[in-house]
């Protein structure tokens, strides 16, 4: 009770306090610290909707703040809680930054990575126009290409252009640089972060077995019979394969192909669409961020 009258002097001081213009409390990070424990799923959501409430309040009484709690899209679905929906639709804002391959050029992560150089060049710039050649020596447009090595996160793509960046000798950079970038980020980030986001949801090691049975295979497409067949070799029983198959798929690390109408191939991973649900009885296709560092043609 002594902790709930301090919330309310405190909210009462503020309302009376003179702000010069807008304040923003920004919480980020917290999905770091996550590991699959029901507690911290129930904290994070108690904090979702306490910031909801103290900015109902800001807002009633004409103060200035705003408290904003970034969460990533795939983690707030799975929060228990039964008003999200209400929440997600009356007081979020919802970034998605994949496109689809025609609209590539267009996408909010061109533009994200263009103004990233204005800000160290000091002008507008599109640094793909400038820097980058237009296509590769197979004809497919640059941006499609570094955009597939990527899982359409901002994080993902601006770490791929630091790698190219890198790579570079010059400061045109050459479609040998894009290769050798390319490889860098795949062992040294992207294979390292699909690590890291396994944490909590896979056993220890269970990551590296995996990695044992795609070398057993070598093939970037496979299905779950072939896999755990191959990890039977290794000691792996078929009930792990399963759980690390849905937990590489909610990492969006594996995708799933199928052939539509039209016998047209079609491929899904979860940053594609957020509703996605793992299927074992489809082909399971490796993300192509992983492509390089295992090795696959």
């Known amino acids: ?6 919330v309310d002097s405190l909210k009462q001081i503020i309302s009376r306090y003179a702000f010069h213009g807008q304040q923003f409390l920004v919480v980020d990070g917290l999905d770091d610290i996550l590991i699959n424990h029901t507690v911290q799923y129930e904290t994070l959501t108690a904090l979702i909707f306490e910031a909801q409430r103290l900015n109902s309040f800001f807002s009633t009484n004409s103060v200035p703040i705003s408290v904003v709690v970034l969460c990533r899209t795939d983690l707030y679905e799975v929060l228990p809680g039964p008003n999200k929906n209400k929440v997600r639709q009356d007081s979020a804002i919802e970034i998605d930054w994949y496109k689809i391959a025609s609209a590539s050029e267009r996408s909010a992560l061109v533009h994200l990575a263009n103004l990233r150089a204005k800000l160290s060049l000091g002008r507008e710039v599109d640094i793909f126009t400038e820097f980058f050649p237009r296509t590769l020596a197979d004809g497919q447009p640059t941006i499609k290409y570094l955009t597939d090595l990527t899982r359409h996160t901002p994080r993902d793509f601006l770490m791929l252009l630091t790698h190219i960046q890198g790579a ?44 044992n049975c795609l070398g057993e295979i070598h093939e970037r497409r496979f299905t779950t019979a072939r896999l755990v067949t191959a990890a039977k070799s290794f000691g792996i029983p078929k009930a792990r394969v399963e759980i690390m198959l849905h937990a590489l798929f909610a990492a969006s690390a594996i995708g799933m192909t199928w052939t539509g109408q039209g016998r047209q191939e079609r491929f899904e991973f979860k940053f594609r669409n957020p509703h996605a649900v793992f299927n074992s009885h489809r082909t399971i296709l490796l993300h192509k961020g992983l492509w390089k560092v295992l090795n696959f043609a």
Not at 1 to 6: D, G, H, K, Q
Not at 188 to 210: H, R, S, T
């Open 1 to 6: 009770m002594a902790f709930l009258t301090l």
């Open 168 to 211: 570079a000798t010059t400061e045109k950079v050459s479609r040998a640089n894009i290769l050798d970038g390319a490889k860098s980020y795949s062992e040294q980030y992207f294979l390292p972060e699909i690590k890291d986001e396994l944490v909590g949801y896979v056993k220890p090691g269970d990551f590296d077995a995996f990695l």
